[in-house]
């Protein structure tokens, strides 16, 4: 477990020493990229280089700003005159409210389809379905959304993020996909723990097909799921930037977004750092679910 | 007399069978020529027509046309070229860099390998998206950057099946045999390890062109791609979301057409899978 | 208790539909142990889980007189089915390791089957029937935190926990090392004394000449012979059965050939279209394209540990040609003698025919020592047997005289001339001196290659595989197939065409035939049987299985935890042990009547 620790750590600093290189690889001085689009001021300029301390070597800015991340400073916006955290911060509930939501959607949808179309013809049609649920853009998925729900029936607002109702059509286009990843990877954990000999022993105890699958099979199926934890993030965490942009939602997606087209370095920086720690975050948590699910990691 | 003595309860999931691997293959073909001769297929994809405005689909106009009356079926043949061209070349770079990068943590001591690993872990600690867009943010947008934001963005998954593969080849049987005959390592690697490593990658590819035209496809909609006026499959939906309340077909459409692709690519790719591990397993 | 008539099982294939049971007529009366004994896809697994409704979902199953307790059930849904499993009738398969859900404690699944038929009872006291020590503190532990015969006995707890009159046990002790398995095989025999009826399935007849009232042998989803166990096994009728009990390799068949057929013949087309049924769990069998593997996929480790007559102490002179050849000297034939002369160029002293010798060889992972101060010597044409239960380390010897591993302390020399301790590369012009033939011969074959190219790689320039492969009983037409298109049995022919082919003066054999069926064991024991009285070659042969060893080795040393325990010659080894864990292991393996010796 230690370990595990260890190499998040890792994982995490090697993720902004790559988020550092990339501000260093962008074109024009440091200052520049720093700036972005937003008032270029030698004001402004000075407050740069003191604050990342351009007038030092490279390793001392290199190591100051691994020392600043660790303390959670995630430097300033001079475009938006306001430190990064607070510009994250502010836009973080919206973002996880949306992404929280979808994965539970995601996660209940995927678990219900893999154990109740155990049928022949079920499991085919059910199989369709995910193969276009992950085959197809999640901002086409919004679209048709939109245009059959708000459009035409005009039973969810168009946009924002005011109430529940203004939920509901995100929500459900982030957890499409999702379900159909996890209803694949689940189906086909339950298939292959359906196979192994212990299920054959425990159907030779008189346990019905519900039970064998729920009390034996499932819990097989999880252990492959529960690595699905970081991809499911990235799912999430990227699709709500997609998502925001069509259902005209504010949250960390259209932060990124706009820093991205407005240059605005330090909030992409920080945007990096911040899932980085989070991915790292959602893996340990992982580790520590399959320790509980699967005895045999456990040290005796 | 026959009996049922047991219900179906666990049949495998049936994969696509013929009809459906033939219809996807035909569709690929049909894509790939699109990319290749568009001209053949459809018309300017830039020509604007002011009188028909925003038409619905028709005889003349398939998938009807756009704000600036240009043919959406047209500009759909043509971004065939855009959406392939980007999808491939990143999944060049993603599946060769992967290939060389497993095969090096697969072969190499511990702490290489370690390192190498955590590399792998770090670059798949971003979302996709994100890490395309820091690309972005640092290189601008356009089509190249694009290429590179993908290709390195899912080369950590080429790189674990190949380190994986790895390790479970430099275990097998036939390693030690080799060694019994005297091979040297660079011989051991060249003859045994690499062809083994190497065979479930250009099926691996064919799924991951899928997701790299996805993921294109999810940039361009964010106005990350090729610049308009061109024909990309994501740029369109994202101009087509303003008209949606009254012209679904120049957003739905486009957006239809990528996903018969990925679907397209998705199918054949587990055909060939299947096939392969019915050949080695 | 059980009557059947005509039973028919078949499984689709592909687009055919493979038959697994043809027509087989089964009683079992309450109170009687009866065996079905055959080799992989005999289809005995499928008709003992016919019994409980097990077959599978995609498996047709036609008969036309089925009946349990005087009950016709031919027309049983599932429901019906689940009331008689567990109470009718329990399950104990191969492996417990497999067999118990390793997510939940041996407990939980004891509890599971108190709980479907609502019966009183408590894991604990189940536990401590089947005579597993500390039976609280085993109940809240997971499978694999229990040793194999402890999880074993917990499977069994499991399977009477409802008190059902019938248990089927399919190959119930063929995962588990001989003195494992003799406790387990007491156990049934227990159950059987309190009245309980007992159908056991095995591939093993010692196994089951030790419990079975009454023998069926299985072969091609036939029963082709039947009757009390004692007579059956004495004076077998059917020729299946004769070469069957023939096949069994031990003390009294020493010298003596154990396939019916010579090298060249007899390769059972079963094994090549079996259904991928008998032991493996069918389940899986419909599923999953037709394994060719089905007999080499390793599920089955077989374990034909048979020992003779003769030893159990009545007088083992019978084997009188075993005893002439107990001694060491082993008459080269001219051939070989003739290349010997040739091949001098090799470092050798010429006074000493020793080809390797290991001094105090040592191994071991940082605290843990796998291999102890073990010594070692193979002489010329000699076949020096190591034996051990699972973990003794024996494997690690081969891979230390092969030169895979490094030994922590202690040195090998190989052909007069030091082995270990030197750089690969220098070892290199020596090294198609010693072959290796390993228990998988399926993951030993680069699966790309066609056996030409495979044989080819390892001859010298100029030879061609097709004679080889003749020596070794394949005909020409094996040259263009792939690995996996052969059977386990022609497999483990190219492996050994394979190591033939560089002239080695040693062939390390690591387990080569404990995943055959006993009849394809046979052909291949008399094969490497041929090899070393035609070319000379010695042999360093390691298994698990006493009878294989005492039936092919010269010489043997008997491993544990790590060191040698006893060494000698194979005769005063296991017909006089001095120490006494070769004494418990020969002592554990069942015994089968072999009246022709």
Redesign the interface.
Known sequence: MLRRIGTGLVVLWAAATAAYLALLAAPGDTVDAIIGDGADTPLIRSQIIQEWHLDRPAVVQYLDFLWRALHGDLGRSYLLQRPVSEVIGGQLAPTLTLAFSAGVLGIVLALVLAVTTRRPWARRASSTLELVLVSTPPFLIGIILLSVFSFRLGLFPVSGDQGVAALVLPAVTLALPVAGVLTQVLRDGIDRALDEPFVVTARARGLGERAVLVRHALRHALLPTVTLIGWLFGILLGGAVIIETVFGRPGLGQVTLQAVTSEDMPVVLAVVVFSAFVYVLLNTLADLAYLIIDPRLRRS | ??????????????RPRGLGVAAASGFLLLAFAAAVTPGLFAGDPLAADPLHVLEPPSAAHWFGTDQLGRDVFDRVVHGARHSLSIGIAATLVAAGLGVLLGLLAGLSHRYADEALS??F??L???????LA????????PGTVGLIVAIGIATLPHYARVVRSQTFVVRQ???V??A????D?RTRLVLR?VL??VIGPIPVLAVIGL?EAI?AA??LS????GPQPPSPEW?AM?SEG?GY??IA?WT??LP??V??LL??SL??VGRRLQRRFE?R?? | MISVRDLRVSFPVGRTVVPAVRGVDLDIAAGECVALVGESGSGKSVTARTLVGLTGPQATVATSHFEINGQDVRGYAERDWKRLRGSFAGLVLQDALVSLDPLRTVGAEITEVLRTHKVKGDPVSLLAAVHVPEPARRARQYPHQLSGGLRQRALIASAIAAGPPLLIADEPTTALDVTVQAQILDLLAERKATGETLLLISHDLAVVSRLADRVLVMKDGRVVESGPTSSLLAAPSHPYTQELVQAVPSAASRGRRLSSAGPALREPAALYSAPPASSAAPSAAPSAAPSVAAAAGGGEGFTSSVSAAARGGEGYASSVSAAARGGEGFALSASAAEREEGERATPSSSADSVVVRAEGLTKAYGRHTVVDGVDLTVRRGEIVGLVGESGSGKTTVAQLVFGLVAPTSGAVAFEGAPWTGLKERRRRSRRRRLQFIAQDPLSAFDPRWTVRRIVGEALPDGETAAPLLERVGLSADVLDRYPRQLSGGQRQRVAIARALAPRPSLIICDEPVSALDVSVQAQVLDLLADIRATDGTALLFISHDLGVVHHLADRVLVMRDGAVVESGPIDDVFHHPQHEYTRALLDAVPNLEVSQA
């Open positions: 007399m026959t009996i049922a003595l047991d219900r179906p309860v666990s049949v495998r999931f049936r955590r590399g872990d770090a798949a600690a971003f979302p996709l998206l994100l867009l820091l690309f972005v943010a640092v290189a601008g097998a049987g036939y030690t045999q060694v019994a005959f005297g040297s045994h062809p083994n899928g996805l496809a999810g909609f964010l106005g990350m994501g939906l979301r949606l309340s679904w957003s739905i957006g239809v990528v996903t990925v679907i998705t199918v019915g080695t397993a």
